[in-house]
């Protein structure tokens, strides 16, 4: 049985961002996992290197993440027509 690597591919300030991150590759078929700073977490600062949280995914999938996140950047995933869904 082969053990799956996970890789960073990104970080995020803050929990919401990175949730809203996860939901788009996850959407996208590709499994996630966030990595939260622990102290942070337990204190509930959201802001500065505490509040950041790295964005892993299996190394299998990592191109295919990126080019997600890139096109995400890239406003490729915006409603065309402007209005909120």
């Known amino acids: 049985m082969s ?5 960073l591919i ?10 809203l991150l996860r939901g788009l590759l996850e959407a996208q078929g590709i ?32 191109q295919d993440a990126r080019n997600v996140l890139a096109r995400y950047e890239a406003g490729e995933f915006e409603d065309p027509d402007g209005e909120d869904c």
Not at 3 to 7: A, C, I, K
Not at 35 to 55: N, S
């Open 10 to 19: 990104a970080k995020s300030s803050g929990e919401l961002q990175s949730e």
């Open 3 to 7: 053990v799956q690597q996970w890789v």
């Open 31 to 62: 499994p996630v996992r966030l990595v939260f700073e622990g102290a942070g977490r337990a204190y509930g600062i959201m802001v500065g290197p505490l509040g950041e949280v790295e964005i892993m995914v299996p190394e299998s999938n990592a």
